[in-house]
């Protein structure tokens, strides 16, 4: 069935560091693949996405990679600060199939000052 | 704000009992997503509708229904609760059908039964 593994499921770095969250997905119909981001207790906000006809995406700080023969597709975010901190979900779908997100364990980092 | 409104925002409940969750999309989206966010099961998707239509099915218990609106407000209803199903349950909406397949989600509602 459809799956998302997401690795690793906690990450700690010190501030101006990078953090990188790795993910795996099963669906080879996936073609859309966002990152959210979940403060303790608040809803998932979507902070990037990328389409299966892209190979790499970037927003600032913040930056996604996809290698679809591979299967996998990771967040980078570059020049850490502690409001990073939070847990981030990867997420597979078949947009054109309704769109419905499989989503990853999540990643829960901590940035310490 | 993601323009995605649940309501209510806590509910507390006994075993056995039936609630109702509501969710208001974001205008103009057709898509309603209902995902159910336990600590041992991450998020996982329940039911999707669109345009009042059921669209695609999860792993939703067949305690559980839900229903889309003409307004494309949607619900969730939970009946004969049990403990495990305490969780924070999310909605989220966008708009298929025009390659737009952005997904924002409302606040949640955080059940707790006991």
């Known amino acids: 069935g459809e799956n998302v593994e997401q690795h690793p499921s906690t990450l700690s770095v010190q501030e101006g560091d990078s953090a990188v969250i790795k993910c795996t997905y099963s669906?080879?119909?996936?073609?859309?693949f966002p990152w959210y981001k979940q403060e303790l207790g608040k809803r998932p906000q979507l902070i990037i996405d990328?389409?299966?006809?892209?190979g790499e995406k970037k927003d600032q700080r913040i930056a996604v990679t996809l290698n679809k023969t591979a299967k996998h597709f990771s967040l980078h975010i570059t020049e850490t600060q502690p409001e990073d901190s939070a847990v981030y979900f990867c997420?597979?779908?078949?947009?054109?199939?309704?769109?419905?997100?499989?989503f990853g364990q999540g990643t829960e980092l901590s940035v310490k000052p | 704000d993601s323009g995605v409104t649940q309501t209510p925002k806590h509910l507390i409940t006994a075993t056995g009992q039936r609630v109702t969750l509501r969710c208001s999309p974001r205008s103009g989206d057709l898509s309603v997503y209902w995902y159910q966010q336990s600590l041992d099961q991450g998020l996982q998707f329940l039911i999707q509708?669109?345009?009042?239509?059921?669209?695609a099915k999860g792993n939703i218990l067949e305690r559980f229904s839900a229903q889309q609106f003409p307004d494309l407000h949607s619900e969730l209803n939970l009946s004969s609760l049990e403990l495990g199903d305490s969780a924070l349950y999310f909605c989220?909406?966008?708009?298929?059908?025009?390659?737009?397949?952005?997904?924002?989600f409302g606040q949640g509602t955080r059940l707790t039964v006991v």
């Open positions: 997420a597979a779908s078949d947009y054109n199939q309704g769109g419905k997100l499989i």
């Open positions: 989220a909406s966008s708009e298929k059908g025009t390659g737009i397949p952005e997904a924002f």
């Open positions: 509708y669109y345009n009042g239509e059921e669209r």
């Open positions: 990328i389409r299966s006809n892209v």
């Open positions: 669906d080879s119909a996936s073609n859309y």
